[in-house]
């Protein structure tokens, strides 16, 4: 038997004039008969959706893998078994300890920490947080990649009074340490140029679209002879995966197109969508392109920000989120909060579904990773931190089991969970936040 298989580096890149285009995990890559054949890497992301949610049109009733699809959860029908639907867990550093922080900013600062935030504008308090799991992890998985990871929000951040506390608290969910908030980027160009692009300043940027038209023009050559040493399997998946990318800019350049005249921001580009719905999309396609691209290997996104003003008219929602998620028992505005809720995990579910559409390795890249939805307040109407709303989706590469309904003693620590997470991408910590110890037993081990 001959093997005639040459294997492309896994680090190869298509370079153009001001470009370095990654490229995804391809047969190719692997070579044949190799004991240290490359295998999909492990990927994390956090997705956050604030103001709390109904219970009742949220927890399933049954536990184990026989749980019912509540109504918020419905969208998640087709990605099921890789799903996870965990309840009881509990964020009480985010509770009142007599500091002007309010609520809403709490919730977020100790979604991923475990620590609680105070008020900075109180005379003699410092300004201290806690490095959040994501960068843990980053640090860890994300080392070897481009990006050790990236922050992103589709909720405009907020400026001015923010509820009471430092508006820093709800426009990001990611520190790097305890005193250095990641900022969420909202545009997708810069996103797109942070994944694919070599940025400057916006001048320089205009000038190098206007020479190269796109960054597939500008690698066109390269890609043209990188397929040429392809079977028909790898030429597929680098057809397809360079269609994506085109299919993505096209979108940019048409939001560009329509919103450059009234956005003046000579520093940053412009082309933010005109719809929620749009921007979101945008920005989940982005993350989906870096991870099959292993641009970055950990993300997080706020798809609603504490205290969002963001209104929903297209499915029946013209009041601000904040408001509605006060609903203080009226029916309608029960009716109006699960319309909210369902539509975030709508929008996520799409997603997900491109993952797990996504071959990579000995399975899809959903498989190898693991995606984190929630938020750091359970009840919005009563801004209370506890059963949180919490959804694991992916099995880290058959790190953890899936397809279930976990309930867990009421007001577990979340933080327990995450130290849980942790340790099964290798970063391995005696304590985190507020945690009490690991998940024990671990509903999730395989």
Not at 250 to 261: L, Y
């Amino acid at each position: 038997m001959f093997v005639t298989k040459k294997a492309v580096d896994r680090r190869t890149f298509l370079r153009g004039a001001g470009t370095c285009l990654a490229l995804p995990l391809l047969d190719s890559m692997i070579p044949a008969f190799a004991a240290d054949a490359p295998t999909a890497p492990p990927r994390l992301g956090f997705v956050y959706a604030g103001n709390g949610i109904v219970h009742a049109h949220w927890n399933p009733t049954k536990q184990g893998r026989d749980f019912e699809l509540t109504p918020n959860l419905k969208p998640l029908a087709g990605v099921r078994s890789h799903l996870n639907v965990l309840t009881g867990l509990a964020h009480r550093e985010a509770d009142t300890k007599g500091d002007g922080t309010g609520d809403h900013p709490r919730s977020s600062a100790a979604w991923l920490t475990g620590v609680h935030a105070y008020d900075r504008t109180r005379p003699g308090v410092e300004v201290k947080l806690a490095t959040t799991a994501d960068q843990l992890a980053a640090r860890k998985i994300g080392a070897d990649s481009p990006l050790p990871s990236m922050e992103l929000s589709v909720d405009p951040p907020m400026q001015g009074a923010c509820d009471s506390g430092d508006c820093f608290y709800v426009n990001t969910v990611s520190w790097r340490n305890d005193a250095t908030p990641n900022l969420a980027e909202t545009h997708p160009r810069i996103v797109f140029e942070r994944f694919f692009g070599d940025g400057g300043s916006s001048e320089a940027r205009l000038a190098r679209a206007k020479v190269t038209g796109s960054i597939l023009d500008s690698v066109r050559q390269e890609a043209a002879a990188l397929a040429k040493s392809l079977g028909p399997g790898d030429f597929r998946k680098l057809d397809e995966y360079l269609d994506s990318v085109r299919e993505i800019e096209r979108r940019i350049q048409s939001a560009e197109a329509r919103g450059g005249k009234e956005l003046e921001l000579p520093d940053r580009p412009t082309g933010i969508p005109d719809t929620y719905e749009e921007h979101t999309r945008l920005m989940f396609d982005l993350q989906a392109l870096a991870f099959r691209a292993d641009v970055t290997r950990v993300f997080s996104m706020i798809m609603a920000r504490e205290l969002s003003g963001l209104s929903y008219p297209n499915i029946g929602v013209p009041e601000g989120h904040h408001n509605v998620s006060h609903h203080r028992d009226d029916p309608g505005l029960i009716d109006k909060k699960t319309r909210i809720d369902t539509y975030h995990v709508q929008l996520f579910a799409e997603f997900l579904e491109k993952l797990a559409a996504t071959p990579e390795g000995d399975g899809s890249l959903l498989d190898h990773s693991l995606i984190v939805y929630g938020s750091g307040m359970g009840d919005g109407n009563l801004h209370r931190h506890a059963d949180l709303p919490c959804l694991l989706v992916g099995s880290l590469g058959g790190r953890i089991a899936t397809g279930q309904h976990v309930r867990y003693p009421d007001d577990t620590p979340m933080t327990n969970l995450l130290l849980t997470v942790l340790d099964k991408v290798g970063v391995h910590l005696d304590a985190l936040g507020d945690s009490t110890g690991r998940l024990d037993p671990d509903p999730l081990s395989v």
